[in-house]
């Protein structure tokens, strides 16, 4: 059974594909990037955000970030057309406890459709069918109930409620975390 970072996979169902983020997504990332709404129940530190010069970002990505074992950032793409929708992440890999964390944020125009769940879905189903995770854990601000519902869909159960964490902001951010 392979490790999370032994590849860059591509997954896909009938509806959306996580793929290699792509120079051609580069501008549909700008336009998400810079969407308050998008990130405000999210930590200020994430990857995408540290770059003015996103193709140095997306160098550094499958690069150094890759390699280190950081994170593994995926675009979400829906099938249909080709379209940008968002980015699904997997982080916090720790190999001795074969555990893994996810996170996903979509742009504002494909919130409610269904995306997200489908993205959590096939992250799962790949780190539980094709590699050697057994746990996967995920977090979120408790304000964020549309991202609850996200993971209940897919399976994950509140192991703890209101737990300050340092998400970057001048206070501790409260969030609930999630367990799979």
Do not use: H
């Amino acid at each position: 059974m392979k490790k999370l970072f032994d590849e860059i996979p591509y997954l896909s169902d009938e509806r959306i594909v996580l793929r290699r983020l792509s120079a051609a997504d580069l501008p549909a990332l700008r336009e998400m990037i810079t969407d308050e709404r998008v990130y405000r129940y999210l930590p200020t530190f994430l990857f995408e955000q540290q770059y003015d010069d996103l193709d140095r970002m997306l160098e550094e990505l499958y690069g150094q970030l890759f390699a280190s074992k950081e994170s593994l950032i995926l675009a979400v793409e829906r099938k249909a057309d080709g379209a940008f929708c968002g980015l699904a992440e997997f982080y916090g890999f720790k190999d001795s406890l074969q555990k893994t964390c996810i996170g996903y944020r979509l742009r504002q125009d494909r919130w409610g459709c269904g995306i997200a769940t489908a993205a959590v879905a096939l992250m799962v189903g790949y780190l539980f069918e094709q590699t050697d995770t057994e746990i996967i854990t995920a977090s979120t601000m408790i304000e964020n109930q549309a991202s609850a519902r996200v993971l209940e869909k897919n399976g994950f159960i509140r192991t703890a409620r209101a737990v300050p964490e340092d998400w970057g902001y001048p206070q501790p951010t409260i969030a609930d975390k999630w367990f799979r």
